[in-house]
T-cell receptor
Framework: AQTVTQSQPEMSVQEAETVTLSCTYDTSESDYYLFWYKQPPSRQMILVIRQEAYKQQNATENRFSVNFQKAAKSFSLKISDSQLGDAAMYFCAYRGGLTSGSRLTFGEGTQLTVNP | GAVVSQHPSRVICKSGTSVKIECRSL??????MFWYRQFPKQSLMLMAT?????????EQGVEKDKFLINHASLTLSTLTVTSAHPEDSSFYIC?????????????FGAGTRLSVL
């Protein structure tokens, strides 16, 4: 079974600074997808960024980027120029390839605090 | 992105009553819908996978007679917590999968906070 591990229960960053959230996963599949979701105090889950395992290029969405290391099974999220609105719980998630259904496996989450 | 509407956002009920939670995909047809349960400061725990027109697939340890799931159409799935008890109090979240260029992205509802007195 696939597992996702987030080893940082809490992280903090100063406004305008950069922070990196860690995520590792375990799988025997070669085709899969990785996601970072954000859950603010409203508790609405919001997709931040996604990465296809077959792509070598790291995904980027504005201030959010990932460092995808397939061999190491690592998928970290970098938030640049942190803003107060970035404060939230961040979940790393794994989904198998198209033939294995679309269920997500979530990590334990990292609570990010942004200090003004 | 796609919108998933979940209703109600909060419900308080007496022990022994049943509560129905609705999950609707507003602007797309959802291939599959998922139901999660989340305890405070914890991750999302998958309860069941719901496909339109077929029986839901429940995760190990989730009582199917306790948590009834009906997926009557490609845009609506419902979760009914039957004979609710205080230990069923939790935050319930649904998600819907849209097959967009085969990316199968999951979009989430805003969640339902259930409090059983």
């Amino acid at each position: 079974a696939q597992t996702v591990t987030q080893s940082q229960p809490e992280m903090s960053v100063q406004e305008a600074e950069t922070v990196t959230l860690s995520c590792t996963y375990d799988t025997s599949e070669s085709d899969y997808y990785l996601f970072w979701y954000k859950q603010p105090p409203s508790r609405q889950m919001i997709l931040v960024i996604r990465q296809e395992a077959y792509k070598q290029q790291n995904a980027t969405e504005n201030r959010f980027s990932v460092n995808f290391q397939k061999a190491a099974k690592s998928f970290s999220l970098k938030i640049s120029d942190s803003q107060l609105g970035d404060a939230a719980m961040y979940f790393c998630a794994y989904r198998g390839g198209l033939t294995s259904g679309s269920r997500l496996t979530f990590g334990e989450g990292t609570q990010l605090t942004v200090n003004p | 992105g796609a919108v998933v509407s979940q209703h109600p956002s909060r419900v308080i009920c007496k022990s022994g009553t049943s509560v129905k939670i609705e999950c609707r995909s507003l602007d797309f047809q959802a291939t599959t819908m998922f139901w999660y349960r989340q305890f405070p400061k914890q991750s999302l725990m998958l309860m069941a996978t719901s496909n339109e027109g077929s029986k839901a697939t429940y995760e190990q340890g989730v009582e199917k007679d306790k948590f009834l799931i009906n997926h009557a159409s490609l845009t609506l799935s419902t979760l009914t917590v039957t004979s609710a008890h205080p230990e069923d109090s939790s935050f319930y979240i649904c998600s819907a999968t849209v097959s967009l260029l085969a990316k199968n992205i999951q979009y989430f509802g805003a969640g339902t906070r259930l409090s059983v007195l």
